[in-house]
């Protein structure tokens, strides 16, 4: 079992930055990939991110490459999202989640955080 929480959600600018960070419970986190996901009202939630167990490998959405960079911390259970050049269309809840596997397939994901809020304004 993995328990997620997501923190570092805000209000910011066009142009801003924000990090959020997803802090897991357990001793196997090192063995779990972990994405970051986001829904915005009235859409259907679409991968952002997503780095393998060892953080030897990351992938991107389009939407963010280059602006966006997944990272994480295994001696601290924690992965990361640092986010830049936002846009207001970055504005959406934003999940992490942990699965085995790394896939950009959020129903292929087990564990769930409960989402941080992200606007970003014009």
């Known amino acids: 079992q993995v328990q997620l929480v997501e923190s570092g959600g805000g209000l910011v600018q066009a142009g801003g930055s924000l990090r959020l960070s997803c802090a897991a419970s357990?001793?196997?986190?090192?063995?779990?990939?972990m994405g970051w996901f986001r829904q915005a009202p009235g859409k259907e939630r679409e991968f952002v991110a997503v780095?393998?167990?060892?953080?030897?490998?990351?992938y991107y959405a389009d939407s963010v490459k280059g602006r966006f960079t997944i990272s994480r911390d295994n001696a601290k259970n924690t992965v990361y999202l640092q986010m830049n050049s936002l846009k207001p269309e970055d504005t959406a809840v934003y999940y992490c989640?942990?699965?085995?596997?790394?896939?950009?397939?959020?129903?292929?994901?087990?564990?769930w955080g409960q989402g941080t809020q992200v606007t970003v304004s014009s």
């Open positions: 357990g001793r196997t986190f090192s063995s779990y990939a």
């Open positions: 780095i393998t167990s060892s953080g030897g490998s990351t």
């Open positions: 989640a942990a699965d085995r596997v790394a896939t950009m397939w959020a129903l292929e994901y087990d564990y």
